[in-house]
Nanobody, 124 residues
Framework: QVQLVESGGGLVQAGGSLRLSCAASGLTFTSYAMGWFRQAPGKEREFLAGINRSGGSTYYADSVKGRFTISRDNAKNTVYLQMASLKPEDTAVYYC?????????????????WGQGTPVTVSS
């Protein structure tokens, strides 16, 4: 079965950096656009970043543009989210997502598979 397993979350001080990883299995990785979302307590799941199948095109939410970078390594079936200049409002559970029907994932309805999430806490 399809599995998306996130790692790299944790506690970081404001202004710090983290890199999240998402290892995919059970699917043909290069057939899927990939993305990252997050969900803070009491809030809806929010799109952050998307990347196309080859890794040549990316798209970001305004809230993270210039601070977060999405990338993928198709040889390792892994997608990454490099996060910099973190703020307390970035605190959330971060989810990896895969979608095979769209060039780039830009919203939750584009997603076929979700990871289980990894928590990120940014202290002030």
């Amino acid at each position: 079965q399809v599995q998306l397993v996130e790692s790299g979350g944790g506690l970081v001080q404001a202004g710090g950096s983290l890199r999240l990883s998402c290892a995919a299995s059970g699917l043909t990785f290069t057939s899927y656009a990939m993305g990252w979302f997050r969900q803070a307590p009491g809030k809806e799941r929010e799109f952050l970043a998307g990347i196309n199948r080859s890794g040549g095109s990316t798209y970001y939410a305004d809230s993270v543009k210039g601070r977060f970078t999405i990338s993928r390594d198709n040889a390792k079936n892994t997608v990454y989210l490099q996060m910099a200049s973190l703020k307390p409002e970035d605190t959330a559970v971060y989810y990896c997502a895969a979608g095979n029907a769209y060039i780039i994932i830009v919203k939750a309805s584009n997603v076929n598979y979700w990871g289980q999430g990894t928590p990120v806490t940014v202290s002030s």
